[in-house]
């Protein structure tokens, strides 16, 4: 059976463009009518702090679709961060926030969740935020933590995965509809 995976990036978490890491548990603030304009699936998933409008379909929470934890930095300006720490939290994809989750962490959690998805049904909806969308697209190529580095998902975009025998990358970071 073929299946198709469409994994929406939820908005960025605000302060984000201002360079503030959100505070642990943020919800986005989704658009007007932003759960109209989600493809048809038959299962959606989404992480736990996702609050979804009344009278859309049933959402699964799933904590392995939370953004990654960044411990003591959340909600913190990265002005204020060491450095020294910062470069390594950007240069290398085993380093952790204090108390918080690498990109390691982040890329094995979302695979396990991927490779753990039932063959049925043929259509799932997938609502995270993009570094999530991320991980599971580069879970899906049978990549490392060092590409999350070099992929870009953007906020609102759709990235879509096929499963034939495997998962595959079949789009990344299109627009929506």
Do not use: Y
Request: positive net charge; glycine residues 8%.
């Amino acid at each position: 059976m073929n299946q198709t995976l469409t994994c929406i990036a939820l908005p960025a978490p605000d302060g984000l463009n201002r360079g503030v890491i959100p505070a642990r548990d943020a919800a986005p603030i989704l658009p007007a009518g932003f759960m109209a304009r989600l493809p048809p699936a038959e299962r959606l998933f989404a992480p736990p702090t996702l609050s979804t409008d009344a009278g859309a379909a049933t959402c699964e929470a799933v904590p392995a679709l939370n953004a990654a934890d960044m411990g003591a930095w959340h909600g913190l300006s990265l002005k204020t961060l060491p450095p020294a720490d910062l470069a390594r939290w950007v240069g290398e994809s085993g380093f952790a926030p204090p108390g918080g989750e690498s990109r390691d962490s982040l890329l094995r959690r979302a695979g396990i969740w991927l490779a753990t998805l039932p063959a049925t049904p043929a259509r799932m909806l997938v609502l995270a935020d993009a570094t999530v969308i991320r991980a599971l697209a580069i879970a899906a190529l049978g990549g490392d933590g060092a590409m999350m580095a070099r992929l870009d998902i953007a906020p609102l975009t759709r990235t879509v995965l096929t499963r034939h025998a495997t998962w595959r990358l079949a789009t990344s970071s299109a627009p929506l509809p």
